[in-house]
């Protein structure tokens, strides 16, 4: 028994460890992860079923109707009761007599029909599929939209954990130069050529980076908890990403990312759906002032006393054509918005293409002005630890204080962080030129 309850107590703990086992994935497996099971995609996906179902139900008002009908009544009505006992085939001639006529009595009767109806001409039908087709077609559009902004809040995110890591690695490397400044201050303290006062600031300056680095552990954790919420992580599973920043490819050049945008821009071409969509409404509405045409056909069995019961059967079969001729302008009213609501979207359109051109040349800006900055924060790094190292010799022989020493470590601290940054916002202003461009998870799952 100890042994099995020993067996199972490490079944059960290497359960738990390959459970725990962190998943590591790249930055494009989490973009298009993102882009295809996180939950507001599902939902998308539902809505542009719905969205082509409804076409199906559009086009099936060209189809025919075929319905059942079980029904019973009961009537003292003279009017009623006659037509009951003629349906029934049970009308005699004792039921022509004046008081037979007046007082028939109660009558009941079970009436089971078949009625077919198929519309011959109805001008309302085409207008209203094409309503239901280009809502579908803007369905899609939203999805694929969708589709790119989740792909590019995974990618975003993922950079936030790669800076952030490489921020606590850089706080980890300053943690050990302060460490090896304090080691250095008690060495001349306790060689009478220090201070007391030099070892207290440098152990106030490895406390303030100690700090730092627990912000910046806690913030990794939080960053790494979006990105495993965005791509549907379980509970209990854990998220690694790669430890050096992302390089996005170069895009093309500027005038042939304008043309591509204006071709791909998801959120564009569904609001040229939504004007083809008010373009139908605009039929659809001016159709109304024409007549429908339909054929009907009923075969129907009547019984006195049982349902679904034939004392007697009849058929009726004909055509209808409706034509409204007034309708308190009601039409004339639906026409007048539909028109405005076609004039709206064409506004919209315009503005769109507008907004499309700005941001694709505004990303290029930023993208420009993210690789000066990279170069010079590049600079400045190297700039910053020469001067450290200089001055750190010149502590050594007593040619420096404590407090020019810290200065220069934390200025290159700082330098290290902002050359992170701008890493990461070279990174992120190269993916923005493909997510201003439309074709951002195109380009990513190359």
């Not at 429908?292 to 129907?300: E, M, T």
Request: charged residues 25%.
């Amino acid at each position: 028994m100890i042994r099995i309850f020993s067996s199972m107590l490490l079944l059960l703990c290497w359960t738990g460890i390959a459970a725990a086992e962190p998943v590591r994935l790249s930055i494009k497996e989490a973009v298009i992860i993102a882009a295809g099971t996180s939950n507001i995609v599902k939902a998308e996906k539902f809505r542009l079923a719905a969205a082509q179902s409804g076409v199906d139900l559009a086009g099936s008002q060209y189809l025919p109707r075929l319905g059942f009908e079980e029904a019973f009544a009961a009537s003292n009505s003279p009017t009623q009761t006659f037509m009951m006992k003629l349906d029934e085939g049970r009308f005699a001639v004792n039921d022509l007599q004046i008081a037979n006529l007046n007082n028939p009595g109660t009558q009941h009767d079970f009436r089971t029909a078949l009625v077919f109806t198929q519309p011959l001409f109805n001008p309302a039908i085409a207008p209203s599929r094409e309503i239901a087709v280009k809502q579908a077609e803007s369905q899609s559009m939203s999805l694929e939209t969708t589709r790119q902004e989740m792909a590019f809040a995974a990618f975003r995110l993922y950079l936030d954990i790669q800076k952030t890591q490489a921020r606590v690695r850089a706080e980890e490397t300053a943690l050990g130069e302060s460490r090896e400044n304090l080691r250095l201050a008690k060495v001349r303290t306790e060689n009478g050529v220090g201070l007391k006062s030099d070892e207290l600031r440098a152990r106030t300056h490895q406390a303030s980076i100690e700090q730092n680095l627990i912000t910046g552990k806690n913030t990794l954790s939080l960053a790494r908890m979006q990105l495993e919420k965005l791509l549907g992580f379980k509970d209990g599973e854990n998220l690694e990403v790669d430890d050096a920043i992302s390089v996005v490819p170069p895009p093309p050049g500027q005038n042939d990312l304008v043309t591509i945008a204006l071709e791909n821009r998801s959120d564009l071409l569904q609001m040229k759906s939504e004007e083809e969509k008010a373009n139908a409404g605009v039929r659809l509405a001016r159709n109304s002032y024409l007549p429908s045409v339909g054929a009907f056909a009923s075969y129907q069995l009547n019984s006195k006393d049982t349902p679904f019961g034939a004392d007697n059967n009849s058929w009726v079969a004909g055509a209808t054509l409706k034509w409204q001729i007034f309708d308190g302008f009601a039409r004339s009213s639906e026409y007048r918005r539909a028109v405005a609501n076609r004039s709206a979207s064409s506004e919209y359109i315009e503005n769109q293409i507008k907004e499309v051109v700005y941001s694709v040349k505004e990303s290029l800006l930023k993208q420009d002005e993210a690789r000066k900055r990279l170069e010079v924060a590049k600079n400045t790094v190297q700039d910053a630890e020469e001067t450290v190292r200089l001055i750190s010799r010149r502590y050594e022989n007593s040619l420096a204080t404590i407090y020019e020493l810290l200065d220069a470590q934390t200025v290159l601290n700082q330098a290290r962080a902002g050359l992170i940054d701008n890493e990461t916002n070279f990174a992120l202003a190269s993916g923005q030129i493909y997510h201003a461009a439309g074709i951002f998870l195109k380009e990513m799952s190359k």
